[in-house]
């Protein structure tokens, strides 16, 4: 039998051992977050996110990494720390991980490999060229704050670019739209 989503082993911010069996029939959004990035105050908008959807079996992960210009140099404790105090996340947050590179966690691995496309990622690059860097190649998540949705069935059935904000009408319809699948 294939690996599932469920069967990856993944560490929680705390360091203790997890998967996201415990996440099994919800609806997830899994998101790799970083502290010092222009996209940061994301958090916000995540977390509402989460407090307006969670009681319909909804979840944002999130996956600190510090992939892109150091923007995650913290230990998980301080990561954790920064996002209690500065945005009262209250939703799961994980150890921080690789998501990119020869590294990469499994975890994303599969993520990509499930769903290689990232929707709007040319607006994302042209972006980030503006600032003199270069991105990532295809198919690799091209910043922070990319986001994988995720169905009830484990299922990955949208990625969305770094830059799409968490109360933008296609995140929040997509969300919805899973949310009503049962």
């Known amino acids: 039998m294939s690996q599932t989503l469920y069967d990856i082993p993944v560490k929680k911010i705390d360091g203790s051992d997890a998967t996201l069996n415990e996440h099994k029939g919800e609806v997830l959004l899994v998101v790799n977050v970083a502290s010092k990035c222009g996209l940061t105050p994301q958090y916000e908008g995540l977390e509402k996110l989460y407090e307006k959807f969670r009681d319909r079996s909804f979840a944002v992960l999130g996956f600190p990494a510090n992939d892109f210009a150091g923007q995650e140099p913290g230990s998980n404790a301080e990561i954790q720390?920064?996002?209690?105090?500065?945005?009262?996340?209250?939703?799961?947050?994980?150890?921080?991980?690789?998501?990119?590179?020869?590294?990469?966690?499994?975890?994303?691995?599969h993520l990509i490999?499930?769903?290689?496309?990232?929707?709007?990622?040319?607006?994302m690059e042209t972006m980030l060229r503006g600032h003199k860097i270069e991105p990532t190649a295809k198919p690799e998540v091209v910043w922070?704050?990319?986001?994988?949705?995720?169905?009830?069935?484990?299922?990955?059935?949208?990625?969305?670019?770094?830059?799409?904000?968490?109360d933008a009408p296609k995140l929040v319809e997509a969300i919805e739209a899973e949310l009503a699948k049962h």
């Open 144 to 166: 922070n704050f990319e986001k994988f949705l995720i169905n009830r069935r484990g299922q990955i059935v949208r990625r969305f670019a770094p830059d799409t904000a968490p």
């Open 113 to 123: 490999a499930e769903k290689p496309d990232t929707e709007d990622r040319a607006g």
């Open 81 to 109: 720390g920064f996002c209690s105090t500065t945005y009262g996340v209250q939703f799961p947050l994980y150890g921080k991980i690789a998501v990119t590179g020869p590294d990469k966690h499994p975890l994303y691995r």
